[in-house]
Each structure stands twice: as structure tokens, then as C-alpha cells.
């Protein structure tokens, strides 16, 4: 890991995510009834809920309003989500105030144009490797995998070994000998 991001990444005390296209593979289904479906990736939810438990907040900023994100984010106990957002960067800066935070403190994954002003302004900025071209141009890292498919816990992961919290991690699973 670069050292700037290792510097970045050691300072983050909230994570916030878009959801279609970070936290799924952005396909939304729909069944003849209109009810949604969306595609979560269980490590993804892993990895949140292991930031949780060292006590990273999580938060959902998103456009749309889905029933679905609600469920999942209950699931995850992510009591921060905000859907139907015009404005993320507004929601941002309320976030910032409710937990007397600053800008560099947070991190954002977005993969879409409505995502810059967010990605702009935290500490650690991230997308998926199949983002908007424009958006890769703008943030501090592009995960190597596609939204949906692992990349929000390539992130978690970035965060607990750059805050040295990996090896307690690691010695509760068993899995660094």
C-alpha cells in the first residue's frame, strides 16, 4: 500500500457508500409486480461489519429509495442511510456535524458523476474497477474488484491494515500463522 494512502487511510473513523453500483453490481430487477431486487455481496457485508466492530461507522448515501437497501441495511445495522438524495454533498456535511467530524476523517466509495462532490471533498476517496471513467479520474484509489463483487471489502480491508487492526483480525479467525 502507498504510503499517502496508508497515511489517508489510518485517519478514517466513517466509511459511506453509495449503493448501486458499489454495493451491488448496479443491475436493479424488477418483476412484473414492480418489486426490486438487488445483488449484495456477503463479504462485502463481512467487511462492514467488521469495521462496525472496531468501531468505524458506516453510512449509505443514495439516489434512489429502495425497500431493498432498507432490509439490507438493517441486516448490516447501518442506521445511517439516506436515499433519495439530490444532493450527496449536503448529506455529507450533516454527517460531518451529527458525528462532530472532519472531511479527512471520512471515506467514500461512488461510482458515478453524482459521486464527485462527495469523493472530492472526504479524506479517502474510492470506486469499483467498473466505474465512470470520470470518476476514476477523480479519487485517491480504484479497487481491483467491480462493484458488487467484493470491492466495498477490499476497502474495509485497506482500512483495518492501515489502522493496524488486521492482526487482531486475523488472530480471531486463525487464518495468519
Known sequence: MKKNLKEKLKKIKLLMLDVDGIMTDGRIIMNDE???????????????????????????????QSKVVSHRARDLDITDVYQKVYNKKEVFEKILKKYKLSP??????GDDIVDIPVLNRVGFSATVADASDVVKKQVDYITGHKGGKGAVREVCEMILQA?????????RYEFLK
Open 34 to 64: 414492480g418489486c426490486e431486487t438487488k445483488h449484495f455481496n456477503v463479504r462485502d457485508g463481512h467487511g462492514l461489519k467488521i469495521l462496525q466492530r472496531f468501531n468505524i461507522k458506516v453510512a449509505i448515501i443514495t439516489g434512489r
Open 163 to 171: 489502522q493496524g487492526k488486521w492482526a487482531e483480525i486475523a488472530a
Open 104 to 109: 479527512d476523517e471520512t471515506a467514500f466509495m
